[in-house]
């Protein structure tokens, strides 16, 4: 029991090194955040290259922020595996998001239809939360909740409000609030780690 | 209970001392739950110097419990260790004895 604990505890650390830089916060952060100007800009069509600001936040900030300072890793099989059930797990919600997205679209005045940003929220909270589960980063849950809120609030509260649109600006919110944690996240782990000079 | 006692007397007598050694058990330990790691990150995990890190590395290379690669990535010298076959052997049977040690 004592050595299974103590294993755990390192394969903490191995998870920590995917979630103390801060890079997937700030990733998570810019692509909500993103997606909530470009809907503000009325540039719906752009959606699309959201899917790339993690793949080059998360590249170009392990390489030349990460990487020089704690080096570089290669996860073992059972952290592979993980990785693929969290990668396959996003699959399913991209797939369930569309079909959803679909349903409320063709079914005219239905309860999909009427709370359809409530449901693509709570779909989007699963894959954040799934997220957290797979880094073992808890703050991760807490996004999810603030996304669910952000894309609920369009439903509850769009008509009540004439002056601004409430889904976008919770949108925006919350994407601004995940990229500041992240960078909180970023500039505290380039204080803690120096880069490390020339191996021995 | 007598003859349980003698016989986990037995086993501490046959502990792999090269890997009960602390930092080096770390190493393994961290190696165990990674396919690879390179010299910065052990470094960066474990809190030793680099040429304490170094000695040890060295002392499981010799014994043929860990693999080292020296490359360039980005241009940076990078060292990378893995446990090789026989040091993930020997540290799953250092962890069973120690289990049994310490039932």
């Not at chain 1, 990733?27 to 009325?42: H, P």
């Not at chain 1, 952290?79 to 991209?94: D, M, W």
């Not at chain 1, 996004?143 to 669910?148: D, E, P, R």
């Not at chain 2, 349980?4 to 330990?29: G, S, T, V």
Request: glycine share 10%.
């Amino acid at each position: 029991m004592n050595n299974e604990m103590k294993l755990q505890e390192i394969k903490r650390q191995v998870y920590l090194y995917y979630t103390e830089d801060g890079l997937a916060d700030v990733s998570l952060g810019l692509v909500i955040l993103g997606f909530g100007l470009l809907l503000l800009w009325d540039l719906p069509a752009f959606v699309g290259i959201l899917g790339l600001i993690p793949l080059v936040v998360w590249y170009l900030g392990k390489s030349s922020l990460v990487v020089p300072r704690v080096g570089s890793i290669q996860p073992g099989q059972s952290i592979k595996k993980r990785f693929l059930r969290f990668f396959l797990n996003v699959c399913l919600t991209g797939i369930g998001v569309l079909v959803l997205f679909m349903l409320a679209r063709g079914s005219g005045e239905s309860l999909l239809s009427t709370y359809s940003l409530s449901v693509f929220g709570f779909v989007l909270a699963l894959g954040i939360s799934s997220l957290g589960l797979l880094i073992n980063a808890v703050r991760f849950y807490y996004y999810g909740v603030l996304v669910f809120l952000a894309m609920a609030g369009g439903d509850f509260l769009l008509s009540s409000i004439s002056t601004f649109d409430p889904f976008l600006a919770g949108v925006i919110s919350a994407g601004s609030i995940i990229l500041a944690v992240g960078m909180v996240y970023l500039i505290r782990f380039l204080n803690k780690y120096p880069v490390i000079g020339r191996e021995a | 209970m007598a003859e349980d006692k003698e016989n986990n007397l037995d086993l501490e007598m046959e502990i792999d001392r090269l890997i009960h050694e602390p930092a080096r058990l770390k190493i393994m330990a961290f190696l165990s739950v990674l396919d690879s790691a390179d010299f910065t990150f052990l470094v960066s995990r474990l809190g030793l110097t680099m040429g304490n890190l170094s000695a040890h590395i060295s002392k499981l290379q010799e014994a043929g419990y860990v693999e080292v690669e020296k490359g360039y990535k980005d241009n940076r010298p990078q060292t990378t260790i893995a446990l090789s076959e026989e040091g993930r052997q020997a540290f799953e049977i250092y962890r069973d004895q120690m289990q049994q040690i310490l039932q």
